[in-house]
């Protein structure tokens, strides 16, 4: 039902769509799945700012905000997720393969023009 309201809002059927993002919502909280409602909430917020009722997106983005730090202060997410953060710091990131090429394309460059200097200063000597 998220995903038909998201649909729903691209094509501009901003009505059909918080119909369908209402009761996925409601379906959300009922089974009590936290995760699921960030979607809603963020997607019944923007609906609502399209249609320019920004008192009723304003507080669906404060219930959002509220959901999203209650999940990830009081959950066990949070502590994974904080403790890959850490082993993450210790570890440099790895050059990908796109870096690679850049980088050799670049020193390619250089000697290219480090080559160029060296003979036009050489005939100039001449």
């Known amino acids: 039902?998220?995903?038909?309201?998201?649909?729903?809002?691209e094509l501009n059927e901003i009505d059909k769509a918080l119909g369908y993002l209402n009761k996925s919502l409601e379906i959300t909280v009922g089974l009590?799945?936290?995760l699921e409602s960030?979607?809603?909430?963020?997607?019944?917020?923007?609906?609502?700012?399209?249609l320019h009722n920004f008192k009723a997106a304003d507080s669906l983005q404060d219930i959002f905000a509220e959901t999203y730090t209650e999940i990830y202060?009081?959950?066990?997410?949070?502590g994974?997720?904080?403790?890959?953060m850490k082993m993450e710091e210790g570890t440099p990131s790895p050059v990908t393969d796109?870096?690679?090429?850049?980088?050799?394309?670049?020193?390619?460059i250089a000697i290219l023009m480090m080559s160029v200097?060296?003979?036009?200063?050489?005939?100039?000597?001449n």
């Open 80 to 84: 994974n997720r904080n403790v890959k």
């Open 38 to 50: 960030l979607e809603n909430y963020r997607n019944l917020a923007y609906a609502s700012a399209i």
């Open 98 to 108: 796109i870096n690679k090429w850049i980088i050799a394309f670049l020193l390619f």
């Open 32 to 34: 009590k799945t936290p």
């Open 73 to 78: 202060n009081s959950d066990s997410i949070a």
């Open 1 to 9: 039902m998220t995903a038909i309201g998201r649909n729903l809002i």
């Open 117 to 125: 200097i060296a003979f036009r200063s050489k005939l100039r000597d």
